[in-house]
């Protein structure tokens, strides 16, 4: 009987270990809220581009809700420094249409049904209608 537990506690260790079962030392990638993968033991590095300073960056994220009725989006950043804007339409099967005035109609606008990035200055608002309530989420950043 000791000899079929060694024998099924060996053949255990080897599937395991050729299913790549990580060892208790080493760092495991887990999702952080928005999706991203973060090491448990080795955060990811943050890189920049050459000559940028990170503290002149600035990012916020807003969550709103578009219905039937013109919603209008003012940049949400301390600063006037945006530069552009990500908009991600939470339920793609009921889009949302984008424009620049507040006269923006389903005819008129710009359809988001998944993800738009724009490059658009804090000092223009963002005109948003749809046919049903959908959720999004903005995106905006700048230096």
């Known amino acids: 009987m000791k000899k079929f537990l060694v024998l099924f506690l060996v053949l255990f260790a080897c599937t395991a270990y050729a299913q790549g079962i990580p060892s208790p030392s080493t760092p495991r990638l887990m999702a952080d809220d928005a999706g991203n993968y973060v090491s448990q033991s080795y955060p990811l590095p943050v890189s920049f ?6 503290d002149l960056l600035e990012w916020k994220v807003s969550v709103a ?10 940049s949400q950043l301390a600063s006037d420094t ?18 620049f005035d507040n006269t923006v109609t389903v005819e008129t606008g710009l359809p ?7 490059e658009v200055p804090k000092d223009v608002p963002l005109y948003f209608i749809s046919a049903e309530e959908v959720g999004i989420v903005l ?4 230096r």
Do not use: H, Q
């Not at 581009?49 to 990170?54: L, R």
């Not at 809700?65 to 003012?74: E, G, M, N, P």
């Not at 988001?112 to 724009?118: A, F, K, P, V």
């Open 112 to 118: 988001i049904n998944d993800t738009l990035y724009i």
């Open 82 to 99: 945006r530069s552009f804007v990500a908009i991600k339409n939470r339920d793609a099967f009921k889009p949302i249409y984008l424009g």
């Open 65 to 74: 809700s578009v219905t039937s009725i013109v919603s209008t989006f003012t």
């Open 49 to 54: 581009a050459s000559g940028v300073d990170s």
């Open 139 to 142: 995106l905006e950043g700048g």
